[in-house]
């Protein structure tokens, strides 16, 4: 089983509707990511969190919130869609006191398309 | 703060072709650095680090990078690649314990 997984992988939504895309890992890790990815972009942060109880943004916030549930879960929500949200989003975990560096895990991502 | 650029948004290479893509960084702190794979429709994948010791890193496939310090650079090499390289390859930079900057990649195409 894969350690990160991302649901769903794919969707198309219209503009105005409330998406959320949801990240769990077995890995066991405290810090979770997530990404856009755009070609010739490359990725792009959205939003970070070191433990449970810590979020921050990343370099790409705007019209998105996410939530921490628990060590395990990290989720991303697109309040009210719009098309240039159109994307590759992807989850990552990493953890520092295992492998003594920012060592990512990425998800298999989700393409997200809005009309 | 640092940053990552990488030199070639696209290369194009025959199969059994030498390959270097190209990785600059700037930072005002010691950093690791990061090679990650993206094969088409995947997730990115660790292809190999540089923490410390030696500055010429072995990773999967056969692919190899060598710190430079001095032109703070962090290139990949592959002395022959083959069809299944295709990939986009992105270079990343860690402060210790911090979080990673990456590149904005390089499509690796290998043609028959």
């Known amino acids: 089983d894969a350690d990160v997984t991302q649901t769903p992988r794919n969707r198309i939504t219209k503009t105005g509707k409330r998406i959320m895309l949801e990240c769990s890992q077995t890995k066991g890790h405290d810090r979770m990511y997530w990404y856009r990815q755009d070609p010739g972009l490359g990725l792009r942060l959205i939003y970070y969190?070191?433990?449970?109880?810590?979020?921050n943004k990343g370099e790409i916030s705007d019209g998105y919130s996410v939530s921490r549930q628990a060590q395990a879960k990290f989720s991303l929500s697109l309040e009210s869609a719009i098309p240039n949200q159109t994307a590759l989003y992807f989850c990552?975990?990493?953890?520092?006191?295992?492998?003594?560096?920012?060592?990512?895990?990425f998800g298999p991502g989700t393409r997200l398309t809005v009309l | 703060a640092q940053s990552v650029t990488q030199l070639d948004s696209q290369v194009p290479v025959f199969e059994e072709a030498p390959v270097e893509l190209r990785c600059n960084y700037s930072?005002?702190?010691?950093?690791?650095l990061f090679w990650y794979v993206q094969y088409p429709n995947q997730g990115l994948q660790l292809l190999l680090k540089?923490?410390?010791?030696?500055?010429l890193v072995k990773g999967i496939n056969g692919f190899e990078a060598e710190f430079n310090k001095s032109q703070t650079s962090f290139h990949l090499r592959k002395p022959s690649v083959h069809i299944s390289d295709t990939a986009e390859y992105f270079c990343a930079v860690t402060p210790n314990a911090g979080k990673s900057t990456f590149g904005d990649g390089t499509t690796l195409t290998v043609k028959p």
């Open positions: 990552a975990t990493s953890d520092p006191r295992q492998s003594y560096t920012d060592t990512q895990y």
């Open positions: 930072s005002s702190v010691s950093v690791y």
């Open positions: 969190s070191f433990d449970v109880k810590d979020i």
């Open positions: 540089y923490l410390s010791g030696s500055t």
